[in-house]
C-alpha cells in the first residue's frame, strides 16, 4: 500500500532470533511495506527498531496493535511522520567542490564543510531533514541518509 499518511513507529523488543522477523510479518501480511527500517544499538536484552511506512490512521492503528501483541515486543510508540518532535539525522555528502548549505526555511542545526569535501550533518525534525537531504540530492549529492533518532 503505497497512500496514506507517513508514519514512525519505534518498536521495543526482546533480543533475540525471530524478533524482526515477526515485526515485519506483520506488516507484509496486512500489505504496508516500509519506506525505511533501521535497528538501533541492543541494551541489556533489548533494541530498538525504527520503522517508517505508510498508511491510514485505521490501518495505522491495527498495525500498532497487533505489534504490540507480540510476545517479543516491549513498546511501541507511533507518531505522524510531520509531528516535529519525531527527530532525525541526516549526512550529505556533495561532489569534491561542490559546497552546500540546507534551505533557509529548514529548521536544521549542520556542521561540515562539503567544498572541501567534508560530510555535512544535519540535524532536526524528520521533516525538515528530509527538505534538506532531498535538495541535496537534487544538488548532485554524491551520498545521503537519513536515521530517524527519536520521537
Not at 508514519?7 to 532470533?17: C, M, Q
Not at 530498538?48 to 504490540?68: C, P
Not at 505522524?80 to 533557509?104: C, I, K, L
Amino acid at each position: 500500500m503505497n497512500g496514506g499518511e507517513r508514519w514512525v513507529a519505534l518498536v521495543r523488543g526482546t533480543d533475540r532470533p525471530g524478533t524482526l522477523t515477526a515485526l515485519t510479518s506483520v506488516f507484509s501480511t496486512r500489505g504496508v511495506s516500509f519506506e525505511s527500517l533501521a535497528t538501533g544499538a541492543v541494551d541489556g536484552d533489548a533494541g530498538t527498531i525504527a520503522v517508517t511506512f505508510r498508511a491510514s490512521a485505521r490501518r495505522q492503528q491495527l498495525l500498532v496493535r497487533t505489534v504490540e501483541r507480540l510476545s517479543v515486543v516491549r513498546s511501541v510508540e507511533v507518531r505522524s511522520a510531520d509531528d516535529p518532535a519525531v527527530r532525525a539525522a541526516g549526512v550529505v555528502r556533495m561532489p569534491d567542490g561542490v559546497g552546500f548549505t540546507p534551505p533557509a526555511d529548514a529548521d536544521v542545526r549542520w556542521s561540515g564543510d562539503a567544498s572541501a569535501g567534508q560530510p555535512v550533518l544535519v540535524e532536526g525534525s524528520l521533516a525538515d531533514v528530509t527538505t534538506v537531504v532531498a535538495d541535496a540530492r537534487a544538488q548532485g549529492a554524491a551520498m545521503t541518509a537519513t536515521v530517524i533518532v527519536g520521537l
